[in-house]
């Protein structure tokens, strides 16, 4: 069985498959590798995009010596020990980290050292981006490439090129179901194959189904997907229809979003859409992010299902967003009142509105604005019918 991932790793950056905006001669990653002038970097991007194959191709055109760890299990002594090992010699040594994101705080206050004084290239990589989860003293001292998923195009030519290293047949149905199940994942593909070629030198649609029965997903983060995806699930929602607020929901689910995530977005679009409208929104969603927290999936979709069609069948309203947005705005501008004496801390002119059946009319800004226009809309109709009710008393 041929090793495909091993065999066809890049060598340098013209070997490079579907990331051409980092590989080809004008680009800059590949300018400052070849000035020798790379700082210390940070990739981002799907699974099978070639992070891995980045940084050895960095490590080679450099010239230096390279040492790979996971964050995952990665341990301070065998850092400095490296760090020992290079301290004197002329050759820096570039030390590969894959899993960047998991860096605890301890492991990244140890780089800070040598990453200041360029005695090492650290180069990192993560399916996420990593600058959120990393010291702002680390972030401030590299710089932040993002990979993409391969298409298919690329996917075809890696295919052709793995298969005409070896006598493997593959019928043109088992070539297209390689390469479009695979997701951009060159090295979901390449695995795909490998296990194939074990078992037959004739690569049929029903092999590959058989190891494979479905095709992965692009997931969610691709160029920009991850955004329009979530996008497209709050317009969908805010404009109150359920069924595509269903669907991409579906479709954040299917391509790996986190629970937590999704149950925050819905959390935020409680208040700033529906807001006083139904304020039940917030509430439901709220134990809606707790639950999901607790649960995951795939349970954790039944929950966000329910608050998705709860939401999209809520009456709307954004008037506390555009109120305090309003408030905010003023303030930036230099609206700075004086607080009325009467509602200063202690002050004994202060009326207590339960003294007076719940109201009573007195002053609470020195200059009278209005942030707040309510709506009549659900529950908020009630609250602006309310607060009507006793301005009107107040002048009688």
Not at 30 to 41: A, V
Not at 282 to 311: D, M, N
């Amino acid at each position: 069985m041929s090793d495909f991932t091993h065999l066809l790793r890049p060598k340098t950056f013209d070997d490079l498959v579907g990331q051409e905006h980092l590989s080809c001669v004008d680009a800059p990653l590949r300018i400052l590798c070849e000035n020798l002038s790379l700082g210390h970097s940070f990739f981002y991007g799907p699974p099978g995009s070639g992070k891995t194959s980045i940084a050895r191709i960095i490590a080679s055109v450099m010239e230096l010596p390279f040492y790979e760890f996971n964050a995952t299990s990665i341990k301070i002594e065998q850092l400095r020990k490296i760090f020992d090992k290079h301290k004197n010699t002329l050759q820096k040594p570039l030390i590969f980290i894959d899993e960047v994101h998991r860096l605890a705080k301890n492991q990244q206050e140890v780089l800070l050292p040598v990453m200041e004084n360029n005695s090492v290239l650290i180069i990192g990589a993560s399916t996420e981006n990593p600058f959120f989860s990393l010291t702002s003293a680390i972030r401030s001292r590299s710089m932040l490439f993002e990979l993409k998923y391969i298409s298919n195009e690329k996917l075809f030519l890696l295919l052709d090129t793995a298969l005409n290293t070896t006598e493997l047949k593959c019928d043109k149905d088992a070539k297209e179901y390689l390469v479009k199940s695979s997701g951009g994942d060159a090295r979901a593909m390449l695995k795909l194959l490998e296990f194939s070629s074990s078992i037959a030198a004739n690569i049929t649609l029903k092999l590959l189904k058989s190891l494979r029965p479905n095709a992965l997903s692009v997931g969610s983060s691709e160029a920009g997907v991850h955004y329009d995806l979530t996008s497209a699930l709050i317009k969908s929602i805010r404009g109150s229809d359920m069924d595509a607020g269903i669907y991409y929901l579906a479709r954040l689910i299917d391509g790996g979003e986190s629970a937590d995530f999704i149950a925050r977005r819905l959390v935020i679009l409680a208040s700033e859409d529906i807001g006083n409208a139904n304020p039940q929104a917030l509430t439901l969603t709220t134990s809606c992010l707790t639950s999901v927290s607790k649960i995951g999936f795939p349970e954790a979709r039944i929950i966000l299902a329910q608050a998705v069609v709860y939401l999209c069948a809520s009456p709307k309203s954004n008037s506390s967003y555009l109120a305090i947005n309003s408030a905010l705005k003023e303030i930036n501008e230099g609206l700075m009142l004086e607080i009325p004496k009467n509602i200063t801390q202690r002050n004994e002119a202060y009326l207590y509105p339960h003294d007076f059946g719940g109201y009573i009319k007195q002053t609470y800004m020195s200059k009278h604005i209005k942030f707040v226009e309510l709506k009549d809309i659900g529950y908020e109709k009630k609250m602006k019918e309310w607060i009507t009710d006793i301005n009107k008393f107040s002048k009688n």
